[in-house]
T-cell receptor, first 114, second 111 residues
Framework: AQSVTQLDSHVSVSEGTPVLLRCNYS??????LFWYVQHPNKGLQLLLK??????LVKGINGFEAEFKKSETSFHLTKPSAHMSDAAEYFC????????????FGTGTRLTIIP | KAGVTQTPRYLIKTRGQQVTLSCSPI?????VSWYQQTPGQGLQFLFE???????NKGNFPGRFSGRQFSNSRSEMNVSTLELGDSALYLC??????????FGPGTRLLVL
């Protein structure tokens, strides 16, 4: 069984300040972990993925995430928020490199304050 | 490469009707998955097809069904629509490697 918990349903940051979106996971297997972003009325876009190659994963648009097995966490960060980052972010776990069903967190809505 | 396409993008139906949604995966991708997104339940896995066979299934009633054609295009059907079926239905394709790529979704409203 696998699950993800996104610890914040809503995060607000000022433009130019760091972003931290928190995610904890649970998996019976060595998991693959993903962050997806969804802009209003759009589909899901992959930001980054972890598949056991390196614990610090860099993604698109300046985002990165660190896999910490001891803490079962996969938090998403960005050094400097941009207005275009305002969206819903989903932490996702899969047991088999994304081939099998994805289990989604409940999402974190990121608001950027000008 | 073209991305995942879904048709129609928007749909309005009434209770009791049935609906068919279509998904064309990225060229070369043989796996197609379907997800339902609602404000209350979030994103939930419906089913996955690979080479015309259902490989995984989520916890949805039998009113939800799907199929995949030899060209990997997939359709999802919902019969006897209920108000609670109003949702954004997302399709994702996968080349059996690692990453699922999502389409823009079909927004279904049941009245």
């Amino acid at each position: 069984a696998q699950s993800v918990t996104q610890l914040d349903s809503h995060v607000s940051v000022s433009e130019g300040t760091p972003v931290l979106l928190r995610c904890n996971y649970s998996s019976s297997y060595s998991p693959s972990l993903f962050w997806y972003v969804q802009h209003p009325n759009k589909g899901l876009q992959l930001l980054l993925k972890y598949t056991s190659a390196a614990t610090l994963v860099k993604g698109i648009n300046g985002f990165e995430a660190e896999f910490k097995k001891s803490e079962t966490s996969f938090h998403l960060t960005k050094p400097s928020a941009h207005m275009s980052d305002a969206a819903e972010y989903f932490c996702v776990v899969s047991a088999n490199f994304g081939n099998e069903k994805l289990t989604f967190g409940t999402g974190t809505r990121l608001t950027i304050i000008p | 490469k073209a991305g995942v396409t879904q048709t129609p993008r928007y749909l309005i139906k009434t209770r009791g009707q049935q609906v068919t949604l279509s998904c064309s995966p990225i060229s070369g991708h043989r796996s197609v998955s379907w997800y339902q997104q609602t404000p209350g339940q979030g994103l939930q896995f419906l089913f996955e097809y690979f080479s015309e066979t259902q490989r995984n299934k989520g916890n949805f009633p039998g009113r939800f069904s799907g199929r995949q054609f030899s060209n990997s295009r997939s359709e999802m059907n919902v019969s006897t629509l209920e108000l609670g079926d109003s949702a954004l239905y997302l399709c994702a394709s996968n080349n059996n490697q690692e990453t699922q790529y999502f389409g823009p979704g079909t927004r279904l409203l049941v009245l």
